[in-house]
């Protein structure tokens, strides 16, 4: 069962921050926040997971609000190469990465 | 460091063959994860094994479809008297072995795409 919602699609120019927003009202205290994004028909790429905290790395920032319910995923300076399905998961143990229908993200020229 | 192989890439079989499907994790990974795409649709999950076990199958159908993970060699999906319906991208992932799995992340194969004819 899926334990996030996400908008089923969004648009962002080029050049943009894309801010792509999850809710996980349901999650627990020790379950991580999991952002993977899937491109055309290739398979799922990592971009960044989180607890608690705010974190950053090459690719993308995630910011989870205080109550842990819900994040948003930041590409600072969005490009046409970053199209793609974005799934938000939470993720509830070793085994279980559940994906959902996610965001379909369209930069625009 | 090569991520996740599968192979092969595309595989092409006739209603009744059995289809193989083989994951190489990534150096270092001993947890692979199976998941099926059926087209236009999301990521369903099948199959978690580590080495020479399968930890959970909730997501594997009853009958024909099998997985293993040996202590040599790739992981390999099985799939017996294939059907229409099994037409899919088969994707692979791979973690390390880790205490807190959960903050682990999974690195994902480029897939295999089953056309049953």
């Known amino acids: 069962d899926a334990k996030t919602t996400q908008p089923t699609s969004m648009d962002c120019a080029e050049g943009r921050a894309a801010n792509l927003p999850c809710n996980h009202s349901?999650?627990?205290?020790?379950?991580?926040v999991y952002w993977y994004r899937q491109i055309h028909s290739q398979g799922p790429q990592y971009i960044i997971h989180g607890l608690k905290n705010n974190e950053t790395n090459e690719m993308a920032s995630l910011i989870i609000t205080e109550d842990r319910k819900s994040s948003t995923l930041i590409l600072p300076h969005a490009t046409l190469r970053d199209t793609a399905v974005y799934y938000c998961i939470v993720r509830t143990g070793a085994n279980n990465l559940f994906f959902g229908t996610g965001t379909r993200l369209t930069v625009i020229p | 460091n090569a991520g996740v192989m599968q192979n092969p890439r595309h595989l092409v079989r006739r209603r009744g063959q059995e289809a193989r499907l083989r994951c190489s994790p990534m150096k270092g990974h001993s947890h692979v994860y199976w998941y099926r795409q059926l087209p236009e649709e999301g990521l369903k999950f099948m199959v978690y094994l580590q080495k020479e076990n399968i930890i959970d199958e909730s997501g594997m159908p009853k009958e024909r479809f099998s997985a293993e993970f040996p202590k040599e060699g790739p992981s390999i999906l099985r799939i017996q008297q294939v059907v229409r319906g099994d037409s899919a991208a088969y994707f692979c992932?791979?973690?390390?072995?880790?205490?807190?799995?959960?903050?682990?992340?999974?690195?994902f194969g480029q897939g295999t795409r089953l056309t049953v004819v």
């Open positions: 349901t999650i627990s205290g020790n379950e991580y």
């Open positions: 992932a791979s973690s390390p072995g880790s205490r807190n799995s959960m903050n682990t992340e999974a690195f």
